[in-house]
């Protein structure tokens, strides 16, 4: 296995970069040439983002940049030799000499991870590095990789006590393993039994019992990614990066023999309590910051592509905005309208990744399309993003308790790809089937009855409900009974209703864009947030009111109330001006090509609502952020 991992070919003793960059992409050229990676694009620019999460170089001359790529074809280690050195920006400022690449595939077997920590004792045994510096072929240069060291008689008996190790990286690929080696050659020196926990890419290996917990005379958490830290409550524990035993092993568990007995702030019940339920809504904000983030490129590609179909290639008739069969703009249509169909299974389907790691994310993505397919559950439509939410997090805690069951070792490798997929999958399945449907169809077809009792009253508060639906879930059911409505309302003759729904449809992904825009200065919204707010404000202007979903994902709590009110007083001002839509779409283009009796009021109430939505949520982030503050400092 190591020889499929490592060969004479993936050597190179000679390389001529100057620069950090310049020694990647001379690194993936060797990758791109022996077939090992597809695509040395996309392998470069995983390679930048693992190192955008912290440096990978080390002490001693020497950087593992490492990355996890659907580029990679078939794991491999390239390794490089500088002679002169590059600034690599390595934490003892020296030069960096000595190179190795690791590629792993995004998906597949793991076993590539098991032989790169099987070689991580390599690079910190005494005098490995400068033997290899001083190759002078790649033959030699491989041999020295293979070599097993000298059997050394133990000379210090590990009768010392008992020493527990945690060891973790963002990535789980190169430097998890060095530092549970380092860790373990550290507290053999000393004379200490080790047992090192490894959080890697292949899940968490090695885990100390209850039992072993309480006979260790102390801890070493070295770890930059969350670990459950209350287990070792009451014992001597100290937490530091995972660079930290790499450098200096021995030291550090000197240092934790020494350190004070940790208590996982639970000290007193009600502190236990708040600090539990903070770190719970941390959880759940990353959660659906990884669906959201995964999503975003979804609902811009597919937005902006209807969004310039319409625009260009549609024509109002009837049936709503049309474009003509077999021309090129709804070939477009087709693909946007793919984007789209995909954005809700991709939220649920990366929630549950965050939550459970790989083995959610099929089953994630099935409950997601699930969720917004009413057809499985016998209702007229889906339950939309908030469904995909919803899914999302049942499967991620599902799975991540299926896969911590205690399995026999000849089942255990079926279980990230086997069991947890298929038991999640069926579970997400059946609940929405038979447990979550048919109160959504249920809920529909109350709503539907509601309006149909509301059509002949007063049109104000009809123009609340409508507008309020049009706002609250953008395309999920409530959005979806109250377009299917007024769409229904249209054969009677009655397109007053779809007026009114057409100038609450836009409101949410404008009043996003113009809110983007208003609390740029506040620092209300990220970098990422800002560039969705382009790309809402163009689905907006054709009456896509789906490019509101990220934010909505994102902060519920300040966006859907701004959107429901905005969409009410774009609605409630429609039917006060008698505005009609005599087609089933929304949005300043449908008044633009004339499906509008009053084209300009219609705009009028579009911009309205879009500066109602803006400023509330404008105003809601601003005073959610001024009462966060005191708690932070």
Known sequence: MITKLINEQLIKLDLQANTKEEVFKELIDVLESQGRISDKHQFLADIKAREELGNTGFEEGVALPHAKSAAVVEPAVVIGVHKAGIDYGAEDGLPSKLFFMIASPDGGDNHHIEVLAELSSKLIEDGFIDSFLQSTSSEQALSLLLEKPAEVEQTIEQDKGFIIGVTGCPAGVAHTYLAAEALEKGAAALGYEVKVETNGSIGVKNSPTDAEIARADAIVVACDKQVDMARFTGKRVIKTNVKAP???????????????????????????????????????????????SHMIPFVVTGGLLIALALAIGGEPTEAGMAIPEGSMWNQILEVGVVAFTLMIPILAGYIAYAIADRPALAPGLIGGWIANNGSFYGAEAGTGFIGAIVAGLLVGYFVKWVTSINYHKFIQPLVPIMIAPITGSLFIAGLFIFVIGAPIAGLMDSLTALLTSMSTGNVILLGIVLGGMAGFDMGGPFNKVAFLFSVGMIASGQTQFMGAMACAIPVAPLGMALATVLGRKLELFESSEVEAGKAAGAMGLVGISEGAIPFAAQD????????????????????????????AHGGPVVALL????????AIVCMAAGTAVTAVTCVTLKKLRKEKLIPAVA
């Open 594 to 601: 004339g499906a509008m009796n009053y084209p300009l009021l």
């Open 246 to 292: 790499i450098k200096d092993a021995e030291g550090l568990i000197q240092q934790a023999l020494n350190a004070p007995q940790y208590y996982a702030e639970a000290q007193k019940s009600d502190t236990s309590v708040a600090s539990k339920a903070s770190q719970a809504r941390s959880d759940l904000y990353r959660f659906l910051m990884n669906g959201v």
């Open 556 to 583: 519920p709590m300040s966006v859907i109330p701004a959107n429901i009110l905005g969409s009410m007083v774009a609605a409630v001002m429609a039917f006060s001006f008698g505005i009609t839509n005599s087609v």
